[in-house]
C-alpha cells in the first residue's frame, strides 16, 4: 500500500491564484481531513469527509473547499489564494469502523507559499 | 469549542534520562480521547500513545507512559529512557467522542542531548 499521498510537496502561488491540493489513499478509508499546520500552531483542521458524498467544516474552513466523489480522492482547492494560507498542509484518514481505537495516518505534506 | 495547551514550547533532556512533556485541555464533552503525535524533521504525524477518557488507568506503550487527571483536564507524557530518535515536535490531540474532529495543540520541540 501506497498509504496517503499528497501531490505536490511544494508549490508557489500568486495572490488571486486558483489550485487544488491532492489527496489520495488506496487502504479504503472512510474518514479523510485536511489539516494545515503554521508556524507554533499545532495542526488545525479544516475540512472532512466521513464517506463519499459527505463532507463537512472543521475549525478553519473559510477560503477551501472540498469535495468527496471516491472513497480513495479527497481533494483541496483554494479559490482565490492569499498571503494568510501560506502553510504546511496535511491530508490524514482512517477507517470508522474501530471508533477510537483507529490509527490516523497522515501524508507527507504540502508546503504552500503565497506571494 | 475544544482547546488544547501545550505550555512548553521548547525542551531538552539529556540521552537516557526521563523526561515529561505537560498539556491541558478544556472541554464540556463527557466522552472524547486523548493523544500524543510526534512529528520528527520528516514532517511526518506519528502516533505515539493513546488514552480513552473513561478510562481511569494511564496508557503506556513501551517507553511512553500518560498520566492522565481528568478532573484537572491534564494529559501528559513521559518518556524514559529518552533517546536521540526521540527528537521531534510533540503533539497533544483531542478527538471528540464522534470520532470526527480532532483538535490539536501548539507542540513542544524536544531536543535530546548525547
Known amino acids: 500500500n501506497a498509504g496517503v499521498t499528497q501531490t505536490p510537496k511544494f508549490q508557489v502561488l500568486k495572490t488571486g491564484q486558483s489550485m487544488t491540493l491532492q489527496c489520495a489513499q488506496d487502504?479504503?478509508?472512510?474518514?479523510m481531513s485536511w489539516y494545515r499546520q503554521d508556524p507554533g500552531m499545532g495542526l488545525r483542521l479544516i475540512h472532512y469527509?466521513?464517506?463519499?458524498?459527505?463532507?463537512d467544516q472543521g475549525e478553519v474552513p473559510n477560503g477551501y473547499n472540498v469535495s468527496r466523489s471516491t472513497t480513495e480522492d479527497f481533494p483541496l482547492r483554494l479559490l482565490s489564494a492569499a498571503p494568510s494560507q501560506t502553510s504546511v498542509y496535511f491530508c490524514a484518514s482512517r477507517p470508522l469502523a474501530g471508533g477510537f481505537l483507529e490509527t490516523q495516518y497522515f501524508g507527507p505534506g504540502t508546503r504552500l507559499l503565497v506571494l | 469549542a475544544q482547546t488544547v495547551t501545550q505550555s512548553q514550547p521548547e525542551m531538552s533532556v539529556q540521552e537516557a534520562e526521563t523526561v515529561t512533556l505537560s498539556c491541558t485541555y478544556d472541554t464540556s464533552e463527557s466522552n472524547y480521547y486523548l493523544f500524543w503525535y510526534k512529528q520528527p524533521p520528516s514532517r511526518q504525524m506519528i502516533l505515539v500513545i493513546r488514552?480513552?477518557?473513561?478510562?481511569?488507568q494511564n496508557a503506556t506503550e513501551n517507553r511512553f507512559s500518560v498520566n492522565f487527571q481528568k478532573a484537572a483536564k491534564s494529559f501528559s507524557l513521559k518518556i524514559s529512557d529518552s533517546q536521540l530518535g526521540d527528537t521531534a515536535m510533540y503533539f497533544c490531540?483531542?478527538?471528540?467522542?464522534?470520532?470526527?474532529?480532532?483538535?490539536f495543540g501548539s507542540g513542544t520541540k524536544l531536543n535530546v542531548k548525547p
Open positions: 488514552q480513552e477518557a473513561y478510562k481511569q
Open positions: 487502504m479504503n478509508h472512510e474518514y
Open positions: 469527509s466521513v464517506g463519499a458524498g459527505i463532507t
Open positions: 490531540a483531542f478527538m471528540k467522542g464522534n470520532f470526527n474532529k480532532f483538535y
